[in-house]
Structures are given as C-alpha cells and as structure tokens.
C-alpha cells in the first residue's frame, strides 16, 4: 500500500507541475502577444512620424504632389496585400479580445469607395534582370488586383 499510495502522490505532483507549467506557458504567451505589439507600435511611432513629416513638406511645397499621390497609392496597394494575406493565413485570435475592435467591414467599404473613384495603377513592378523577382512581383500584382476587385464587388456601393 505504500508503494502505491507514493506512485499515486508522484503522478499527481507530477500532474499539478505539468498543468501549471502549461498554464503559465499560456500566459507568457498571450502577454507577450500583447506587450510585444504593443510596443513594437511604440518603437515605431518615430519612424512613421519623420514620414509623416516629409509628406506634410511635400504637401505644403505643391510641387511633389504627384509623387506624393503615387507614393500613397503604393502603400495603399501594400496594406491591400496584407489584407489578401491576413485573409489566406492570418491569425487574428491570437489578439483576442482586441481584434474585435477592428472594424473590417466599415475599413473595407472606405476603400472600395476609394478604388471605385480612383482604380488602382497598373503594372508598376517591371524589374529588369532577374526573372524570379520579376515573377515574383507579377504574382504580388496579381493577388493584389484580385483583392482590390474582390473588396470593390463585395463591399462597394452600388
């Protein structure tokens, strides 16, 4: 009985150290979901400010408004590729409850009103010399027209 009654006391410590050390393990890992966005977003508060900065001069001057639009057409075609991704293998859960906070469908009508006024440029990704990059980028243009139209058809105005 005794020998027993010592198996059964290890396997239940043995138990209680494995659900703690999971549950801990659970924890550090939705804490540094959160903390590390977080402070990623900080990080980069600066970076995204001197851009700022240099667009608003751009502005202010007149004379480089045309780049100014492309440039933001370009990184509305970024955030547009994201979006495909996010779509295809994005795991929005793991900031849950925050990614409910995000309001997909009203974001997504803004920009489908947008492209609906202003369709996307074309073919902007020529790269001369490597024919792998230049597949590469084709593809890129590809899925990031595929999403435009996709987000135009299913969340624009009629």
Do not use: C
């Amino acid at each position: 009985m005794d020998v027993k009654h010592q198996l059964l006391m290890k396997k239940r410590s043995i138990t209680l150290v494995a659900t703690a050390g999971l549950f801990a393990l659970v924890a550090a890992f939705l804490v540094g979901v959160r903390v590390g966005v977080n402070q990623f977003m900080l990080m980069e508060s600066t970076i995204k400010a001197t851009m700022l900065v240099g667009e608003l001069k751009a502005l202010r001057s007149g004379n480089k408004t045309e780049e100014l639009i492309n440039s933001k057409e370009l990184e509305l075609d970024t955030q547009v590729f994201l979006y495909a991704h996010l779509l295809k293998s994005g795991h929005p859960w793991l900031f849950w409850p925050d990614s409910k906070s995000f309001e997909h469908e009203r974001y997504l009508r803004n920009i489908a009103a947008y492209r609906k006024d202003f369709p996307a440029l074309k073919s902007r990704t020529h790269i001369g010399g490597n024919a792998e990059l230049s597949q590469a980028m084709r593809a890129s243009d590809e899925l990031i027209e595929r999403t435009t139209n996709d987000i135009v058809r299913r969340f624009g105005r009629k």
